[in-house]
């Protein structure tokens, strides 16, 4: 296996991670007077919490409790608006991607001087400047897919205009995060199969991308011998175990991703969500076995590698494709897709929007829009 010997990293989040391991966030909040990030099932998780109770307790706590899923522009300036008075020295983002999402936008807003600048004006210009230190953002995932407690990302969306947004810089990233695979327990079977796909679409894409390096292809192929094995046992045996292990694999994903940043999958998937509902993880797997077969063409050793790490020292690259045919069946992906859309013309109507250069230029076999019939095509009808 080869790699580009030159590459840089840098992703400066602790990591506290473990069944338990949310008690030890007191700690690091010592006295201060925070708000907590949430929607309203989360608030109701948080306080019902035999451990995360004795945070409410003899504490001044900020609540805002209104994230919704899949947040748009319009919400999170709403929030950062409602909070632009008040003063706290901390944010806890409790709940999955669109909380941890919502809370990074509130962390870096509320520092910016000018308060005219809104959250569009950041994701715009790159000139605006964000340097000063964002209020310390401390995480609680609870989901294991996102990635987003170990990245210096976040998302919204247009539901309107049917676009996403995205904000990236090196801001973003939390000061700590705290995954405690508990937290996931119970988490309904759609939720978890979503968010289970992104995580191992995220190692996937960190794998084929031309800014892979030694390290980030490592903590990937670590990601995916911990998700592949864990997703099925979760959803079809209903071992709740495996949520460690489902939570490590998010974790380590979301570190490769935080440096590689991902690839045509995710590119794919965006207007499949904004115009279908196909919630994200689904929409990313959709396209995976197509995407993987393109980029084998350029194998350097990484998909042998990652064979025998994943099926035995006898495999190599092109015996994943059979593994992913075998692993989406497993777990039903395909006709979970298309009970969101099944017409392969209206897919390719949006095949301008699922093509981005940002996406496209990641992967190591470069992607045309010219490709994009056949990929979809062949990813219905696999």
Request: proline fraction near 3%; glycine fraction near 4%.
């Amino acid at each position: 296996m080869t790699s580009n010997a030159l590459y840089n990293f840098y992703n400066p989040v602790q990591i506290h991670f473990g069944e338990g391991i949310r008690s030890n966030l007191q700690d690091l909040l010592g006295s201060k007077k925070y708000l907590v990030v949430c929607s309203a099932r989360g608030r109701k998780q948080f306080t019902k919490d035999k451990i995360l109770q004795k945070l409410i307790i003899d504490k001044q706590i900020l609540w805002l409790d209104t994230v919704k899923e899949s947040p748009t522009l319009i919400d999170i300036q709403k929030q950062i608006d409602l909070m632009k008075n008040e003063k706290f020295d901390a944010i806890i983002a409790f709940g999955g991607g669109s909380v941890i999402d919502s809370a990074k936008a509130i962390s870096v807003s509320m520092r910016i001087k000018d308060k005219s600048i809104s959250i569009k004006d950041l994701i715009n210009s790159a000139d605006i400047n964000i340097s000063d230190p964002p209020i310390p953002l401390f995480t609680l995932p609870t989901t294991a897919g996102t990635g987003a407690e170990m990245t210096p990302f976040a998302t919204f969306w247009d539901h309107v205009d049917k676009k996403k947004y995205s904000l990236d810089h090196y801001s973003l990233f939390p000061v700590a995060s705290f995954i405690d695979p508990e937290l996931c327990k119970d988490l309904p079977k759609i939720i978890t199969l979503s968010t289970g796909l992104d995580a191992i679409n995220q190692a996937c894409e960190s794998i084929w991308n031309i800014n892979a390096s030694a390290y980030t292809l490592d903590i990937a192929f670590r990601a995916l011998e911990l998700g592949f094995k864990a997703l099925p046992l979760i959803i079809n045996e209903n071992n709740e175990d495996a949520r460690s292990d489902m939570s490590e694999c998010s974790m380590l994903a979301g570190i490769a991703i935080s440096q590689t940043r991902t690839a045509m999958c995710h590119s794919i998937s965006y207007p499949l969500s904004s115009h279908f509902n196909v919630p994200h993880g689904i929409a990313c797997a959709f396209s995976m076995r197509e995407i993987l077969k393109i980029n084998l063409d350029q194998d350097d050793g990484r998909f042998n590698y990652l064979a025998k790490r994943l099926l035995g020292d006898e495999k190599s690259g092109n015996d994943l494709i059979n593994f992913f045919e075998v692993f989406f069946s497993k777990l039903d992906v395909l006709n979970i897709f298309k009970s969101y859309i099944n017409d392969i013309d209206s897919l390719k109507k949006l095949k301008g929007q699922m093509f981005t250069k940002a996406r496209a230029k990641n992967s190591l076999v470069k992607i045309s829009i010219k490709d994009m019939d056949g990929i979809l095509e062949r990813s219905l009808n696999q």
